[in-house]
């Protein structure tokens, strides 16, 4: 889950960093594919996860999630 400045980038496309996500499901690992909500749990992109969930959340630079979607022509 990322906090909302995040939003519009991630529906472009583009990679969420840590420092933008507010919560995670605690059976992430790195290597796997993930889904990216909003705050209100609306499915905004999905992508690869770069680390396991303790890292997404404790860490403050870097990227957390390659995405592979760009939702921004759907959620019109």
Request: proline content about 1%.
């Amino acid at each position: 889950m990322v906090e909302q400045d995040a939003v519009e980038f991630v529906l472009r496309g583009r990679n969420v960093f840590h420092g933008f996500i507010v919560a995670c499901d605690p059976w992430l690992k790195a290597g796997q594919t993930c889904f990216i909500v909003d705050e209100q749990g609306t499915l905004i992109g999905h992508g690869l996860a770069q680390c396991d969930a303790d890292e997404a959340i404790r860490f403050k630079k870097g990227i957390a999630v390659r995405t592979r979607s760009d939702f921004s022509k759907t959620s019109k």
